[in-house]
């Protein structure tokens, strides 16, 4: 039997015409369920799943990922791999240096079968 497991990822919209690399992140930090309940996110049109996503503009992700470290500070969970982390950094340095090439950011809940039962 499997269950159902989620998890955030987030993918950087280069405007048109920009020649900024394409930016993913899967932030294992962030509360997934904080997540679903934020009102920028729907559901997604993907049948079988119940995935929900938005697109948030730069300020707003950034704000987002401070919210779900202040969130995950305040329940004492534990701190992101240091891989994770400089992932996390590297794509901020995308974003300080080349940030307005982006349109905006799709933030997005997945649902995925987790094997476990």
Same mark, same amino acid.
């Given at each position: 039997?499997?269950?159902?497991?989620?998890?955030?990822?987030? +993918?950087? *919209?280069?405007?048109?015409? =920009?020649?900024?690399? !394409?930016?993913?992140? =899967?932030?294992?930090?962030? $509360?997934?369920?904080? *997540?679903?309940?934020?009102?920028? %996110?729907?559901?997604?049109?993907?049948?079988?799943? $119940?995935?929900? #996503?938005?697109? %948030?503009?730069?300020?707003?992700?950034?704000? %987002?990922? #401070? +919210?779900?470290? @202040? *969130?995950? $500070?305040?329940?004492?969970?534990?701190?992101?791999?240091? $891989?994770?982390?400089?992932?996390?950094? #590297?794509?901020?340095?995308?974003? @300080?240096?080349?940030?307005?090439?982006?349109?905006?950011? *799709?933030?997005?809940?997945? !649902?995925?079968? =987790?094997? %476990?039962?």
């Amino acid at each position: 039997m499997c269950t159902m497991a989620y998890y955030a990822d987030v +993918q950087g *919209l280069p405007k048109a015409g =920009s020649s900024v690399l !394409e930016l993913s992140l =899967s932030p294992y930090w962030w $509360n997934v369920d904080a *997540l679903r309940a934020d009102p920028r %996110l729907s559901l997604a049109d993907i049948p079988g799943y $119940n995935d929900s #996503e938005g697109v %948030l503009s730069p300020a707003e992700f950034f704000e %987002l990922n #401070e +919210q779900m470290i @202040r *969130l995950r $500070n305040a329940r004492g969970g534990p701190g992101p791999h240091p $891989n994770v982390v400089e992932s996390m950094e #590297e794509f901020l340095t995308v974003l @300080r240096d080349r940030g307005d090439e982006f349109d905006g950011f *799709l933030v997005g809940v997945r !649902e995925s079968e =987790s094997g %476990l039962g």
